[in-house]
Structure formats: structure tokens, C-alpha cells
């Protein structure tokens, strides 16, 4: 991204998305990756190519990690203002862009999600603008821990319910979460880990 762009509620201009579902949208307005991860996917499983994008965020950031920002924290970033919705949930397209069959599996389980944010304020962004932290809402819900709960404590069902009960957690991962809190049980990630193309050994 070079010079001014607008931000709107949705996405950013010219950042088209195919399948609102699971991409886009007021919740998943903006994809957010660290930078610091790079070096992992290049040393682990050889993503040597790796550059800002690459794993198809749309700001590439440095300086916070997962454990770094919380659910519901509220940035200020050129004109608009930003609020972490969710973790990102990586799909089937990560692992064909780059053809490392279990490489979405890889992210989910590492944790080396990056996160989401839904806008607030619009207004025109720009590359190598500081992303300033106006306020915080949940401490203790860092974006490392919800991936926690959602990923690995399966059946911690009262866990569960407190992290759907963060009211600034985006609405599909509240339901979801309030759904294991009822029936102790996690929903089928297959579809969305291993998609409907497999990628070649």
C-alpha cells in the first residue's frame, strides 16, 4: 500500500472480496499479520519469499504480536479508528497460495493468527503510519488467549462462555463459543482448514 487509502466500515478501497462469508464485512474489515512472524514460516517450513501481504493481511505491522493486543482494544491509526474483532481463522486458500497442504492448520495451532479489525471511524490510512492505542476494554482477553480457548480448550466449557461473553468479540465467534459452552463440543474446522482443493505434495 503507497500513499492515501481510504478505510471505510467494510474493507479497504480496491480490496475486493469474493466470499463475504468468511472474508470481509463490518467484522472483518481489516487483516492484520506481524511481520515478526515472517521469519518463523521462512525457517520452519521454508517460506523464503515471504513479503508485507504475503499471507494476505492487509496492513503487515510491527512491534505487536498476539499476546501484545486485546479483543476490543481500539486504535487510532491516520484518520480512522480501528477495534480488534476477533483472531483471524486461517482457510484452505492460505495453504494453495502457498502450497503447504497443512499450513492453515499450521497458523491455527502456533497461534501466529494475526487478528481483525472492524473500523470505527473511517477515514485515509497510509504505510509506515504508527497504529496508536487510544483504549483498552479487556486486558485479559488478549487476541493469544481467545485463540487459546477457541483452538485448544475444547471442552472448558465455562472458559467458553466468559470469552463469549466479551461484548466486543465479533457475534460469529460469540455464537460459536456459546454453542461449545452449551454442548461441550467444538465445530468441524475440516471444511475451512482443508477446502474443496488439495494441494499437490
Known sequence: MSGFVWLGRTNLDGDGQADLENHGGPEKAVNVYPAEHYPYWAQTIGLTNLHPGGFGENFTIEGLLESDVCIGDIFE?????????????????????????DLALRVQETGRTGWYFRVLREGHVQAGTRLVLVQRHHPNW??????????????????????????????RWREKLK??????????TSPRLDGPVKVDD
Do not use: F, Y
Open 142 to 171: 488478549t487476541v493469544s488467549a481467545a485463540n487459546e480457548v477457541m483452538h485448544h480448550w475444547i471442552g472448558d466449557r465455562k472458559t467458553a462462555q466468559k470469552l463469549a461473553d466479551c461484548i466486543h468479540l465479533s457475534p
Open 179 to 188: 454453542r461449545r459452552a452449551l454442548n461441550g463440543r467444538s465445530e468441524n
Open 77 to 101: 491509526i491516520g484518520e480512522s479508528l480501528v477495534q480488534i474483532s476477533q483472531p483471524r481463522q486461517p482457510c484452505w486458500k492460505l495453504a494453495r497460495r502457498w502450497r503447504v497442504k
